[in-house]
């Protein structure tokens, strides 16, 4: 049984309203400050930057862009430029000087149309390989932009039958261990979730979980692939043993069910510790998990060939903090249980986990 005082808690620390509607909250890293993106009301782009300023939220700035934001990531970026890659609804991809605004630093038409989701990976001094960032949009494409370089990718999946695409609703970095490995994971509306591997610019392994899918995320980028995370529509979500690729069963994955049967917009491990994982759910409730490996994380099948096992979740703690979807969320990489999530009832705010240490 969990004991009581060592069991943690989700504490929330500061609260602001907004007038414009937040898609995403990042971190700055090596900072006590945070941008939020998002629409203003007459659908241009909004960024603020605001700092954890004692018992409030100051807003240091605030900038408005032609189009709206959708998404944002440092994680192609070193911790000293710390420039922000952004994608709007207009498709494009650009990455900002936070102190000189006026222009991007680097601009390219990434999609058709919005760009969904976007994960950076090589930007920072402990990771390995080129500064890249992964864009997926509604014309169905995923593709994959190396920074230092031009306006055209350096690797793209698109959908093989132009007749019926599927929206992509998100991607996300991993298996980054060296200088040549990368794989890529995205998910899409029909259910479908594809890895491609970024060396062999193959397929390397997809399934379908049968609901549309909202949120896909590693535990870690740089390590060899351990883990990961499939979050749905309809209270569901999924994490894959990414260690063993069986060749005819693939990856063996857990299941779990929220009971408020709200959609789950995504899933945030905690950068300290890649076994806690943060679900945002779309009844503005926070849960927080953690994962239990199995005994033996590989059997011999009867074909004699390596089967990964999949482990147990197991929920930890879990806080209501609005009745609209918790849209986006952000770990501190800095300050353990330190977070930042914006939600659609156009409130941004400021939490903390407790007793991390002791899980």
Not at 88 to 103: P, S
Not at 232 to 257: I, Y
Not at 280 to 303: A, C, F, I
Not at 313 to 318: C, D, G, P
Request: proline content about 3%.
């Amino acid at each position: 049984m969990l004991d009581t005082q060592a069991k943690p808690q989700i504490l929330e620390h500061l609260t602001k309203s907004l007038t414009v509607t937040i898609y995403e909250t990042k971190w700055i890293p090596s900072s006590a400050r945070f941008v939020a993106l998002g629409s203003f009301a007459r659908n241009t782009g909004c960024l603020q930057i605001y700092e954890l300023d004692g018992a409030e939220l100051k807003l240091l700035k605030e900038v408005e862009k032609p189009t709206a934001f959708k998404c944002g990531s440092f994680g192609a970026s070193s911790l000293v430029d710390r420039r922000l890659a952004t994608g709007n609804f207009g498709g494009q991809l650009q990455i900002w000087d936070l102190e000189h605004m006026q222009a991007p630093v680097f601009e390219a038409q990434a999609h058709a149309s919005i760009i969904n989701a976007m994960d950076g990976c090589g930007g920072q001094a402990k990771g390995y390989g080129a500064p890249e960032i992964a864009t997926c949009g509604r014309d169905g494409c995923v593709r994959v932009w190396d920074v230092r370089q031009g306006d055209a990718p350096v690797a793209a999946f698109e959908p093989a039958d132009s007749d019926n695409i599927r929206d992509c609703w998100c991607v996300a970095f991993g298996n980054s261990f060296n200088d040549s490995e990368r794989c890529v994971v995205a998910g899409y509306d029909n259910g479908d979730v594809k890895m491609f591997d970024l060396r062999t610019n193959k397929i390397r392994w997809e399934a379908n979980v049968k609901n549309g899918v909202c949120g896909v995320q590693f535990d870690r980028k740089d390590i060899e692939m351990n883990k990961f995370m499939v979050t749905c529509l309809e209270s569901q979500f999924h994490c894959f043993d990414a260690r063993t690729q069986h060749p005819k069963k693939g990856f063996s994955s857990v299941t779990e069910n929220l009971a408020s049967g709200a959609t789950v917009w995504g899933a945030h491990h905690l950068p300290q510790n890649r076994e806690i994982c943060l679900v945002g759910s779309g009844d503005g409730t926070l849960y927080l998990y953690k994962y239990h490996y199995p005994d033996q994380r590989k059997v011999k099948d009867h074909e004699g060939l390596d089967l990964g096992v999949a482990g147990s979740m197991e929920l930890l703690a879990s806080r209501n903090f609005s009745t609209q979807p918790i849209a986006c969320f952000d770990w501190s990489p800095d300050k353990e249980g330190l977070f930042v999530c914006g939600a659609f009832d156009q409130t941004i705010r400021v939490g903390i986990c407790t007793k991390l240490t002791k899980q």
